[in-house]
């Protein structure tokens, strides 16, 4: 991959968007932000056929800064959005930035249908583990045992893995990574947003002010290195020994799958439904 | 020139006929009693002229889905019941701060809740009005016949197109499921607006600078016009903003597109008024029983007249200030306990009595009713 120069990616920013960007410093949303704007240059796309939507949180403020078509929704919603807008216009490449909470918890039933119909979205879900924007709230992904402000006492809930939920459901490709392995990161952007179907690319990303300040996690610098020292290409995971499976997190393409992609069965049945003449007689 | 033909068509039909007329070309919906026949029939129409059809999981997903349609370029609608109307609130107040075109058909049964789901009421009168949170403007249109129906939609196309924002079609399950003999007129008849595209190229462009019409110019995503669209109240660049000087002007803008073309979307429909001493004023199929108890009030020596409202918000005022003047008394009949006789009572100048008839049991109210409702009062 030929290195991208930085000036490529200053073009992709709104300059007429005031900056500072809204996140904390240290904030990994800004990582991706980068990331996915050198993915967007590699993959050699129009400006003006790119549609972000994102929907409530922290992440749902990425959109804002890009210089494409931008669409900021509810809390949840993303999904829903982008599915109207891909089936309007499929031409556009439709891209949605979600957080954990917005994705699997208030949006997960639109998460679930949107891998299961296998439209052609690119799903971007940073996991941060809790409800940053508020002030640190529990999240589906929230891990058993940590503190939040809803769990002064400790989290009783099993938590969300996102990438195998998604999986399940039906997406065409999963791949997970993390902000501080960014190489892997920007390829994997890329290779979602070109694969035909639904893709989900889970991004770990810490929320040092609101989940590791509760939690002693230490500074966002100790909580990338937890990323370095955790992460670990799948191909290398699949080979450990169940028990040793648990203490690492597999990263790297988890799903590359061929399925039906709802737009071209639709399009049959158009063709279909438009060869038996006047509909409804 | 081939002669009309007439048609036995049910209510949920003709509105889905009248969104294909008004140039509807996506529908999302998600089943619902009584509004499913306008999904299915849109699922039939829909694929056989090569425009999206969706079943979503949820109403929210639905008008969310919508939503993004419109913003690409469609005209798009979505049908749902009261259960559903309440999910999908939220995204209706996102249409109204966003500016997206957009028609969405209640058509009402029994609440709160599942309350009587395969019976009549008109219990959503206020909920049209008032159901999503914040202030804002809401347009609301009401069908009483079949041929209502289909022409309210197009009127509900046109305006939500017209006004960029969303349009909402209470209709309710009697007019919904009954049938009647309808000529629907040609397509070259019927009036279809659509919206206004930018004047500007995309370097001189400002999405949410309006002229004196104050209905911003928005582009269709895709279309070299790149912009953002958030449901945070925005600057006139779409930027998220919280300065007053910008957060004002804005609500200003967002009601004042609509208030100023109140006169325009006063839609009534006047029977029997010219003598009349009393009047009945009603919607929906109620407005079907109240005409039925004037002709038999006229046939027993009564003056008495009928103001049916097709639209019911913004609150036809000046339409109904002048049905009032001079009369000695105004009945409201409705199925609910006094949604619209509230409003009515609201814009009487104190001359007039005006008496509400409410009735809940999840059957229509019937000419006699309203008949006897009058002589008691008289």
Known sequence: ????????????????????????????????????????????????????????????????????????????????????????????????????????????????????????????????????????????????????????????????????????????????????HITQLDQLLGQAIAKPGFGVVEVLSPCHTNFGRQNRLGSQVDMMKEFKRKGMRVERWRELPEGKRAENIPLGVLVDRDLPVFGQSYQRICDTAGKRGEAGK | MAKPRAQLLQGNEAIALGALAAGCNFFAGYPITPASEITERMSREMPARGYPFIQMEDEIASIGCCIGGSLAGKKVMTATSGPGFSLMQENLGYACIAEVPLVVVNVMRGGPSTGLPTNVAQGDVQQARWGTH????AIVLCPATVAQCYELTITAFNWAERFRTPVVLLSDEVVAHMREKVILPEAHEVEVIDRRQPSVPPDWYVPYKTDGSLIPQLANLGEGYRYHVTGLVHD???????????????????????????????????????????????????????????????????????????????????????????????????????????????????????????KMDGSMITPDEILGRLREAK
């Open chain 1, 1 to 180: 991959m030929p290195p991208v120069h930085r000036s490529v990616v200053y073009d992709w920013l709104r300059h007429d968007k005031k900056f500072p960007h809204v996140w904390c410093p240290g904030c990994g949303l800004g990582i991706l932000l980068g990331s996915l704007l050198r993915s967007l240059v590699e993959s050699g796309l129009d400006k003006n056929q790119v549609v972000l939507v994102s929907g409530i949180g922290c992440s749902g403020r990425l959109p804002v800064y890009v210089d494409v078509n931008s669409v900021h929704t509810t809390h949840g919603r993303a999904l829903t959005f982008a599915t109207g807008i891909k089936l309007a216009k499929p031409e556009l490449t439709v891209i949605t930035v979600m957080g954990d909470g917005d994705a699997t918890a208030i949006g997960g039933n639109h998460l679930i249908h949107a891998a299961r119909r296998n439209l052609d979205i690119t799903a971007i879900i940073v996991n941060n583990q809790t409800y940053g924007m508020t002030g640190g709230q529990y999240s589906p992904t929230t891990p058993l045992g940590a503190k939040a402000t809803t769990a002064p006492y400790g989290h009783i809930e099993p938590s969300f893995d996102i990438s195998a939920l998604s999986a399940t459901a039906g997406a065409s490709f999963v791949a997970r990574s993390t902000v501080y």
């Open chain 2, 236 to 358: 006139e660049r779409g930027f998220p903003t919280r300065r007053a000087d910008e957060v004002e002007p804005f609500y200003n803008r967002l009601f004042g597109k609509i208030s100023r073309h109140f006169a325009d979307l006063e839609l009534v429909k006047a029977h029997q008024m010219d003598d009349a001493e009393m009047v009945i004023i009603a919607y929906g199929c109620t407005a079907r029983a109240a005409a039925a108890a004037v002709r038999i009030g006229r046939e027993r020596g009564l003056k008495v007249g009928l103001l049916q409202l097709m639209s019911i918000w913004p609150f036809p005022r000046r339409q109904v200030e002048e049905a009032l003047t001079g009369k000695r008394l105004a009945l409201v009949p409705e199925l609910n306990m006094g949604q619209i006789s509230r409003e009515v009572k609201r814009v009487n100048d104190g001359r007039t009595q005006v008496l509400r008839h409410g």
């Open chain 2, 134 to 137: 914040g202030d804002h403007p």
